[in-house]
């Protein structure tokens, strides 16, 4: 019954070790945009949280505009991907293209405060033809990026199709496509030190008082 009893008292002092070890960490950041390097007839208008690219070619305009996110979530757990920001497209006349590329900053100001940035190619060519037609995506790299203790992971291998807009007359597509992205942390060297000597503490307890008869 000893033995019995001292076994679920080392059980649940490990349970509780390293339950306050893995609590949930709530990571709070904010995201913003900047395009550049866009192709001929493209005009960049750079802002917090909106920035936008737009290239007029031919009979027409498209273009395409990005909006940051602000996020506080609790990791673990976390239900799903979460938004970077969203991509939103809008056409004028007969359409047009563009490439060029989205710095996609992400600033952290919790559980530790620092930035890091994903680059994305943009390419797309929107035209209207009686129905509005086309594609164009978003390409970013790297697959993740790490703030202190906490990695951003892009969904769909850091792919984003845009949308095509809903016609020529302005009006940008809704709700528009995300930039998705998985967030996890890692404990901090501290607790991880911790947690090993709290479960070497219980297992030289156990084992002196196992070996008693």
């Given at each position: 019954m000893l033995k019995t009893a001292m076994m679920a008292l080392v059980v649940t002092g490990l349970m509780v070790l390293s339950a306050s070890i893995s609590k949930a960490d709530t990571v709070t950041f904010t995201t913003a945009g900047v395009f550049s390097g866009l192709s001929i007839?493209?005009?960049a208008v750079n802002g917090n949280p909106v920035s936008t690219a737009t290239?007029?070619?031919?009979?027409?305009?498209?273009?395409?505009?990005?909006?940051?996110?602000?996020?506080?979530?609790?990791?673990?757990?976390?239900?799903?991907?979460?938004?970077?920001?969203?991509f939103q497209t809008a056409m004028t006349g007969a359409g047009g293209s563009g490439s060029g590329?989205?710095?996609l900053t992400i600033t952290q100001t919790s559980p530790t405060g620092?930035?890091?940035?994903?680059?994305?190619?943009?390419?797309a060519n929107f035209i209207f033809s009686g129905v509005p037609g086309g594609g164009g995506?978003?390409?970013?790299?790297?697959?993740?990026?790490?703030?202190?203790?906490?990695t951003y992971t892009l969904?769909?291998?850091?792919t984003v199709t845009l949308s095509v807009p809903p016609n020529n007359t302005g009006t940008f597509s809704?709700?528009?496509?995300?930039?998705?992205?998985?967030v996890t942390t890692v404990p901090e060297p501290t607790s991880m030190m911790l947690l090993g000597s709290g479960l070497l503490g219980l297992a030289g307890v156990a084992r002196r008082r196992f070996g008693r008869k």
């Open positions: 007839g493209g005009v290239f007029t070619n031919g009979g027409g305009s498209i273009t395409i505009k990005f909006t940051g996110s602000s996020q506080s979530i609790a990791v673990p757990p976390q239900n799903g991907a979460v938004s970077l920001g969203i590329t989205l710095l620092g930035s890091n940035s994903f680059t994305g190619n943009l390419s995506t978003v390409v970013f790299s790297p697959a993740s990026v790490q703030i202190g203790a906490v969904s769909n291998s850091g809704s709700p528009g496509n995300s930039v998705e992205a998985t």
